[in-house]
DNA sequence: TGCCTAACTTGACACTGTTCAGATTGCGGG
DNA sequence: CCCGCAATCTGAACAGTGTCAAGTTAGGCA
C-alpha cells in the first residue's frame, strides 16, 4: 500500500528492469523523486524525511546518497519540478482567457489554487533553507514560473521595463502572500471545501481591488 | 561562551536567585525563550532546537517540557511575543504619520522591515506546524497585530466593513508576500546592508503602485 | 568468459524530541 | 525551628533522523 508503483502489468519493453529487484533499483531518482512528491502531499513539508522516502522506493537509507547527494539534492529536483508544474498552471490560466486584466485575474488564482491544492510542494519550493538555493537549475526554474507573470503584466501596464518589473512584483506578492496566509489558515479554516471556496472569493475580491477593471494606472 | 548571561555581578536584590544554582533555576521560562530567540536570530527558523535551548539556559534536555509541555509550546510562547512586537512595530509606524494613506505606507515598510530584521522569529511566527497553532493566546497576539492594520485600512478606504476587510486582506498579502519573497531572495541578494536598501526601495515602489496617492478607490 | 565499476547495503555515529522514574530543593504549616 | 510535600529539575533511555565509510552485488563491456 505504501509503494506508489503496484506492478499492475510488467511492462513489456525489455530494457525495464523488473521494479522490485533487490540491488540496482533501476529507476531509483524517478521513484525517490515520486515517493517524495506522495509524502509532501500527505504530511507537508514538516513531514518529509529522506528514510521515509527511501522506504517508500524499497532501498535503504544511505541510497539516495548515491543520486542527489543528500536531502536538499533530492529536495531541490522536487522543487524544480514544483516550478515547472507551477509555470505550466499559470501558462494554462492564462491561455484560457483574453485581455491582460482578465489573464492577470485567472493567473492569481491558478497560483493560490496550485499552493492550497499542494501545500507540501509549494511549502518546500519556497523553502530555501532546505534546498539547494544556488542550484542553477532551480534557480531557472523559479525565475521561468516568474516570467510567465512578468509576461502578462508588461502587456497590462506597459509603460517602462521598471515600471513592468514593479508591477510584477507587486503582483506576486500580493498572491504569494495571500496563498501563505490562506495556507496559515489567517483568512479561515481550509479543512472544508467550503471554506476553500470561501477564501478564494476573498481572493477574487483582493484581485479586483487592485487591479480593478478601468485601471487608471493602466 | 555559549551562555548569555555572565554572572557579571550577581544581583543584590535579595529575592532573585543566582542565575546559576543547581535545580530551581527560578527564572527558566524567561531564560528559555530568550535563548530560543537567541537561536532564530542566530541560526534561522529551521535552527531551532529543543536541546540547544535547554543547554544555552543550562538546564536538561527534559527541562522545558515543566513549563511548555514540549517544543510547540515553547515556540507558541515565542511566536506570542513575536506577534506582540510587530504589532507595537506597527502601532509607532503609523503613529509617526499623519494621513492614512502615510500611516499604511510606514506600517508595510515596518511590517517587511520587521521581517527582514528578525528571519527566524518571523518565519516561526507563521510556521503553524511548529506551534501550538490553536493556541487561544496565540490567535489572540495574531489577530491583534492584524488589526493594526485594519485600523489603518478602515481609515483610509472607508466604506462597508466588507470593503475594509478586502481591502485589508489585500494589504497584509502584499506585504506579506512581498517579506516572505524578499526571504527567499526572490528580489536579490540580502546579505549586503546594500541589498537590503535596494529591496526596500522596491518595496516603496510597490506600495505607491498598490495604494497610489490619489487613489480613485479610496 | 571475466572483470570493472556503478549501484546499493550494512553498520555506525552524532544528533534530535520525548518520556519516566527518581533526586533535589525550598516553601508553608505545624 | 523544622519537617513534609509539591514543584522543579536530572539522568537514562528510546525511537527516529541525516550522513558517512566500507563492504557487497550485478550489469555490461572487453
Chains 1, 2 share one sequence.
Not at 517508500?56 to 541510497?63: F, L, N
Not at 494554462?92 to 499542494?118: I, M, N, P
Not at 530555501?128 to 516568474?146: E, F, M, P
Request: charged share 25%; net charge positive; hydrophobic share 40%.
Amino acid at each position: 500500500m505504501t509503494k506508489p508503483n503496484a506492478p499492475a502489468r510488467a511492462k513489456p519493453s525489455p530494457r525495464v528492469p523488473k521494479p522490485e529487484a533487490g540491488y540496482h533499483h533501476g529507476e531509483l531518482q524517478e521513484a525517490l523523486i515520486a515517493a517524495s512528491e506522495a509524502i509532501l502531499a500527505e504530511h507537508g513539508a514538516e513531514g518529509f524525511t529522506l528514510r521515509e522516502a527511501a522506504r517508500r522506493a524499497g532501498v535503504s537509507p544511505a541510497a539516495p546518497s548515491h543520486h542527489f547527494g543528500n536531502a536538499q539534492g533530492l529536495l531541490t529536483e522536487v522543487a524544480i519540478r514544483g516550478y515547472n508544474a507551477l509555470a505550466g498552471a499559470l501558462r494554462d490560466a492564462a491561455s484560457r482567457k483574453q485581455g491582460a486584466r482578465e489573464k492577470l485575474h485567472a493567473q492569481g488564482l491558478a497560483y493560490v489554487e496550485f499552493a492550497l491544492r499542494h501545500p507540501g510542494r509549494f511549502q518546500m519550493m519556497f523553502a530555501n533553507k532546505r534546498l539547494v538555493a544556488d542550484d542553477s537549475r532551480l534557480r531557472q526554474a523559479s525565475r521561468a514560473a516568474g516570467r510567465e507573470f512578468e509576461a502578462i503584466i508588461a502587456e497590462l501596464v506597459g509603460g517602462t521595463p521598471k515600471e513592468a518589473k514593479t508591477a510584477a512584483a507587486a503582483a506576486w506578492s500580493t498572491v504569494h502572500g495571500f496563498a501563505k496566509l490562506a495556507l496559515e489558515e489567517k483568512f479561515g479554516s481550509l479543512s472544508s471545501e467550503a471554506g476553500y471556496r470561501e477564501i478564494m472569493t476573498t481572493l477574487n475580491h483582493v484581485l479586483n481591488y487592485l487591479w480593478p477593471a478601468g485601471d487608471a494606472r493602466r
